[in-house]
């Protein structure tokens, strides 16, 4: 799923972004200067842009192997979750945490990333979040916002134990500032905080009934033009490639994660783990797509 217009309210947080890119500009220049190899790398891989020649060259890759992809019209995160929702795919694949804010019953991490980095697979049930947190969806969201989140500040002072803590006792941003100590908390400047509830509780999003995702078999002979003549790709890899995409094609119609990845065991209770629970909510994958995750191939 690629992203679409971003939304009005991540105007700060993206020139937050391009903030950082100048600062580590600015060092990567002054690593290349005194010969830091390390930090040379370091501060590159900070500079790295995904650009709209990018992403047109993914989707033509995608297409020319055979597989679907959807064009959300704002934040592919709420596509995503409407997706699952909808029981169109059954998890949303995506290091953001926010899919799980826009209503994502199932998000998986590390689902493209797991075998290079050795990282295990994390499938989220946000059914069993909300319940070991003992909060109802827009509780969950106000949660979110009062952790940080792309559309709004946060209230300086105020961390994942805090937050739950008067969630919980107040039951709503909106009780919250009725009751909160603004000398110890004090609010952001024109914090907009019902303006990004909004956003995670109705969201832009795909129309989950127009969507068809249907699997084709790969075209061979596009692929080695773009990848091997245009890309300069190994062709037997790329010919190997197609042969197990192929594959899996004439294979079952119904296909488990389990065929693909590593089995390990479940990820215990949020209960357990309150504050890294809450605080994961926290943290936001800068990533230009997030791909949904499908259980039955070939539809």
Not at 8 to 22: C, H, N, V
Not at 213 to 220: A, G, H, N, V
Not at 246 to 269: A, E, N, W
């Amino acid at each position: 799923v690629f992203h679409g217009k971003p939304p009005q309210l991540k105007s700060g947080e993206l020139t937050k972004r391009t903030e950082r890119r100048a600062e580590a500009e600015k060092h990567l220049q002054e690593a290349q200067e005194a010969g830091e190899e390390e930090n040379i790398e370091k501060y590159s891989k900070r500079l790295v842009k995904v650009t709209q020649q990018h992403t047109n060259e993914c989707k033509r890759l995608l297409k020319l192997m055979g597989i679907p992809y959807v064009e959300a019209p704002g934040e592919a995160e709420a596509s995503c979750a409407t997706l699952v929702k909808a029981g169109k795919v059954y998890a949303a694949a995506t290091e953001d945490m926010d899919c799980l804010t826009f209503g994502s019953p199932v998000l998986m991490r590390h689902l493209t990333v797991s075998e290079t980095k050795k990282l295990p697979i994390q499938e989220f049930h946000l059914n069993r979040i909300l319940q070991d947190l003992n909060l109802t969806r827009e509780q969950f969201v106000d949660l979110c916002i009062l952790l940080g989140c792309d559309y709004c500040e946060s209230i300086r002072g105020i961390g994942p134990k805090r937050a739950i803590e008067l969630i919980r006792e107040h039951k709503s941003i909106e009780r919250i500032i009725q009751h909160i100590d603004t000398k110890k908390y004090p609010l952001p400047d024109n914090w907009l905080h019902k303006e990004a509830q909004k956003l995670f509780l109705e969201p832009d999003v795909v129309d989950p009934e127009a969507v068809e995702l249907k699997w084709s078999d790969p075209d061979e002979e596009e692929l080695i033009q773009f990848m091997c003549g245009e890309k300069q790709f190994n062709e037997e890899r790329i010919r190997n490639g197609v042969k197990r995409l192929s594959k899996s094609r004439q294979g079952s119609t119904q296909g488990r994660l389990d065929d693909f990845f590593k089995v390990t065991g479940s990820i215990t209770s949020a209960k357990r783990k309150e504050p890294e629970s809450k605080g994961s909510a926290k943290k936001k994958a800068k990533t230009n797509t997030s791909a949904a995750s499908k259980v039955k191939k070939g539809k």
